[in-house]
């Protein structure tokens, strides 16, 4: 058992060097998509979420992961399943999750969204609330495009995601 | 590949409904999903280019995992469903096949916006209260693949709604073309709501509530917005004009479009993407 502790915490440890392809700041892991290792000798089973179900970069993520865990030494058999339940919810990105979206430019998902479905955006810039949205959808599905009308720097932000929705 | 999800056995005489209804929404989901795409570079403006093909993307993935649910059935595999299945085995509706307009999209597309805002718009609406059902099937993988559908389908229906109201109340050629387009979409939308000739079974099983409760929410949903844009449209409105894609019956339209998504795929079906 502690066997096991001790290999999840390393096949762990390799994920976090798997950065969501189109935004090379983040891991996987803080992007809140990892719901499960399961380790059974040299073999581990990962189960993530993924954050939209048409997302492209599935299959890159697939090849990453088997990579860096395969790197890390323990581990020969590496199988990653994309599960949907739980759903993926913007709020399982993790705290340095959101920090590591700002550093990138991308405001990350708001934290409260109000009875009327609306939410608010600070500029992943200069922090200004004074921001217009010009996109819902942007590059990936996961992305709307705004504009800081104080720093004047379009920017994207990650949708917010919910069940409640 | 997903987690394989059929560990509890299903009773052998729910088999025929759960499959129908699958198929159902696989098929609908995409044939429209390609429709979308198919309007890429064409839509009237450079953010909607982003938007219209974004959510044909999470469209497609949708249909996707339904294929995915037919595939841990045993029904065979996903591309497989996807590409290789002829006109008369899908059971989208006939409406979800229709051309965009005239033309094709690599050569004087001719295509009409008002069109796809409407279809769109009907359609996303109805996907939505058939999903919102469907959070409460008895089949369990189905019930969970629609809680996570549905908070994408939050953005779409925002989206064509907008498009909707905005170009209705626009008048002039804005609105006469959109009222084409709502008759033409009517003229076909039963098709959409009809869940074909297992409909029964499947809410006799819990997967999914009677078609006619599905309907009247429909009706009950759209009533405000046509009444604030002035629309009269009635529950017998609806019709089936041009066949009935749950039973097979499908048009020209799909054929050409079968014949063109899945060219690549026949070149070599055992080719790995």
Known sequence: MEQNQKLIKNALEALHNVKDPEIDTISIVDLGMLEQIEVEGNSA???LLPTFMGCPALDIIRKNVETEILKAGKFEKIEVRFIYHPPWTSDRVTETGRLKLKEFGIAPPPQLISETGEWHVDCPFCGSTYTTMDNLFGPTACRSILYCKSCRNPFEAMKPVSTMM | MTEPVNKMP???KVMPALTSLLYQLADDDFILAYRGSEWLGLAPHIEEDVAFSSISQDTMGHAAMFYQLLEDLGEGKVDSLAHARKAAERRNAVLLEAVNGPGHYLSAAQYDWAF???RNYFY?????IRLDS???SSYQPL???ALKVNMELYYHLLHWKTWFIQLMQAGGEARTRMEAAVGKVLADFEGVITLGPLAKDMADHGLIEPEEVLKQRWLLIMKP???SINLAVSEADLAMKNGNGRIGEHTADLDAA???LSEVYNINPAASW
């Open chain 2, 258 to 260: 079968l014949a063109t």
């Open chain 1, 45 to 47: 089973v990962v189960k």
């Open chain 2, 10 to 12: 299903i009773d052998a």
């Open chain 2, 134 to 136: 469907l959070k409460n």
């Open chain 2, 225 to 227: 917005v046509f009444e």
């Open chain 2, 124 to 128: 996303i609406q109805s996907k939505k």
């Open chain 2, 116 to 118: 796809a805002v409407a």
């Open chain 2, 143 to 145: 019930a969970e693949l």
